[in-house]
């Protein structure tokens, strides 16, 4: 029995999953990332800057000592702390990629694992449409590298939103519960919350409007329409130059905008972005712009990042029929045990070699099986050749 | 485009045909559906099914767009695009109890019963009041039953409940509601835009 929530991984997906790891790796150092491993356990106080609120129940224990850790709840928070206190007066900008699992409660209804393991990149040190159009297109490079096809970035941007609330004249304690009611996505609340402080009507209804048309093509001349002060129009005008600059890189095809995406995170202030694929219905990846979580560990330097959850990825590309291939080919060598230098000799030529104990039942083919001083080899079914050692290495080589 | 449409126990309501059909879309196999099938017509199908499948079934990226009722999506807080309010199953939550006296003493924590509990404590939480939430799908049957008092329960369910009940309050309104799950709202945006440009006329005619 294992805890709720968490999960063993078993061959091959392991396997597929590591192949996935490995290319994600390659396309990360092809851009210049830095791979970094930070540890299990925070100080819970670290972690708390990040006021999200999926940290409330994050999994606390005490030291001999007494001081509150905490199991990591994401690798942006890590990341920025180890930037923050390692990386002070290096010279800007820094570029981290990681691999890493982290934990969070158990999360049924959200779709959220307890143990989830995610390869992501983050960009530090830059603030400009640039530094967030070098995310968005290492994000689509890395998912078509892959093979992933007919994939989908949906760009948006929490300044549109907190433009737009700006303009709903809202007092500063409403605004703050707006704000959260809009990451839930809980209409009904934001009507309430509207409509006791007498918000703006004009602001209001382009409001309704964005959530109600966002994520469609015309969704950025929907939104053009809307904006009312110039706090939205330079909100607009940026995404579009992170478009246009992700489609100079190539990748123009995948981006739409979405100016109803609003994520829970407190610490995204810019550009946010998620991906998606076919037949998988929830987002491959996600991640933004956050310009002020390094500030909160006394750095003021923007950040921009992503994070691709593996599992998903890996659904993505099997219901896409591009699974990575797994381990190579295994022959099975019955007698393999007792001949130790056979085993090897099969093996330097190339061989993944799955030795047996001599009368074993060979159980998946191909397979090889020493019989006193003479050998069956199977590669098929049905296509068995026999002979002496020196028969079954030539045939090996032919298959 | 597949489409989820929650059923409820009667089967697909008329007058939500009728809307579909306004629109132009192939709806007349549905008047007749029964649940857990696929009605394919041209290039559109029809999966008839429980609420909470429609709701699953959007997030889980297996249909492009789902009808459900406003009180599943406010009692299941799944992660969807509420697209259109369709304008049919007008209908209200609303908690009741027995018309007249309360019968013995008020308690300091009554007793409510729901098919919406979680709609149930927040709106409770909210108010200050403090209840003691039974899950209950017959929920307007419960006073009759001594489970609870209180009910929480759509307005039509409670107006026939076998007991005299009097609403105290109305919670939300609710009715039938176009939805889309993330992915179908990245990958499908402009077929869902055309969908809805389709059924927000028959909507309102």
Redesign the interface.
């Known amino acids: 029995m294992i805890p709720e929530g968490m999960h063993d991984v078993l061959p091959p997906e392991t396997a597929e999953l590591r192949a996935i790891e490995n290319a994600l790796c390659r396309r990360f150092e092809a851009y210049g990332y830095g791979e970094v491993r930070t540890p299990w356990l925070e100080f819970a106080e670290t972690l708390e800057v990040a006021e999200d609120d999926t940290l409330e129940a994050g999994y606390r224990i005490y030291d001999q000592q007494g001081h509150e850790l905490m199991l990591r709840t994401d690798m942006t928070v890590p990341v920025a702390r180890l930037a923050a206190s390692r990386y002070r007066d290096k010279p800007l900008p820094l570029r981290f990629f990681y691999v890493a699992p982290s934990i969070r409660p158990w999360a049924p209804q959200r779709s959220q694992d307890g143990e989830f393991q995610q390869a992501g990149a983050e960009l530090l040190g830059l603030s400009s449409a640039t530094a967030d159009a070098e995310c968005v297109t290492l994000l689509c490079d890395a998912l078509a590298g892959l093979g992933l096809k007919g994939y989908r970035v949906a760009l948006g941007t929490v300044a549109f939103y907190t433009a737009l609330v700006d303009a709903l004249g809202l007092p500063a304690h409403d605004r703050e519960k707006f704000l959260e009611a809009l990451a839930d996505k809980d209409y009904p609340l934001l009507e309430s919350i509207a409509g006791n402080a007498q918000a703006d009507e004009a602001a209001l209804k382009a409001l309704w409007r964005t959530l109600e048309l966002s994520g469609t093509r015309d969704g950025l001349s929907q939104a053009r329409k809307l904006a009312t002060s110039d706090a939205m129009e330079d909100a607009i005008q940026h995404l579009v130059e992170v478009r246009d600059l992700v489609d100079d890189a190539g990748f123009g095809d995948a981006v739409t905008f979405d100016f109803g995406l609003f994520q829970d995170l407190t610490y995204y202030s810019g550009v946010i972005f998620e991906a998606y694929a076919r037949g998988v219905g929830l987002p491959l990846a996600s991640g933004g712009r956050y310009d002020g979580l390094l500030e909160r560990f006394e750095w003021d330097v923007p950040g921009v990042g992503f994070a691709i959850s593996l599992d998903r990825l890996h659904d993505a590309l099997e219901e896409a029929g591009a699974a990575p291939a797994a381990a190579p080919v295994c022959l099975t060598f019955v007698g393999g045990l007792e001949h130790p230098q056979q085993a090897m000799e099969l093996r330097r030529a190339g061989w993944a070699v799955r030795a047996l104990r001599e009368g074993a039942a060979p159980q998946a083919r191909p397979w090889l099986v020493r019989e006193g001083n003479s050998y069956r080899l199977e590669l098929a079914e049905g296509a068995a050749t026999s002979g002496s050692w020196k028969d079954m290495l030539r045939a090996l080589e032919r298959a | 485009m597949r489409i989820g449409v929650a059923t409820g126990g009667a089967g697909v309501p008329a007058a939500l045909a009728d809307v579909l059909e306004a629109a132009g879309l192939p709806a007349a196999a549905l008047r007749t559906a029964s649940a857990a099938a696929l009605i394919t017509v041209g290039d559109t199908t029809w999966v008839p099914a429980s609420g909470a499948d429609v709701l699953a079934g ?5 249909f492009d767009a789902g009808i459900v009722g406003k009180d599943l999506l ?1 009692e ?4 969807v ?4 309010d369709l304008g049919v199953g007008a209908d209200a939550i609303v908690y009741a109890t027995p018309r007249g006296p309360a019968a013995g003493r008020v308690r300091s924590r009554p007793r409510v019963a729901t098919p919406y509990p979680r709609v149930t404590r927040r709106h409770f939480g909210a108010t200050g009041s403090q209840v003691e939430v039974i899950g209950f799908g017959a929920a307007a049957l419960a006073p009759a039953l001594g489970i609870a008092p209180g009910v929480v329960d759509l307005r039509s369910r409670v107006a026939a409940a076998p007991l005299d009940l009097e609403v105290r309050e109305e919670i ?1 309104a609710v009715s039938l509601r176009l939805v889309a ?7 499908l ?2 077929e ?2 055309a969908l809805l440009e389709r059924l927000r006329p028959s909507r309102e005619g």
């Open positions: 959007c997030v889980r990226g297996a406010l299941e807080d799944a992660d695009y509420e697209l259109l939300a799950g993330r992915a179908a709202h990245a990958l945006a402009d869902l835009v």
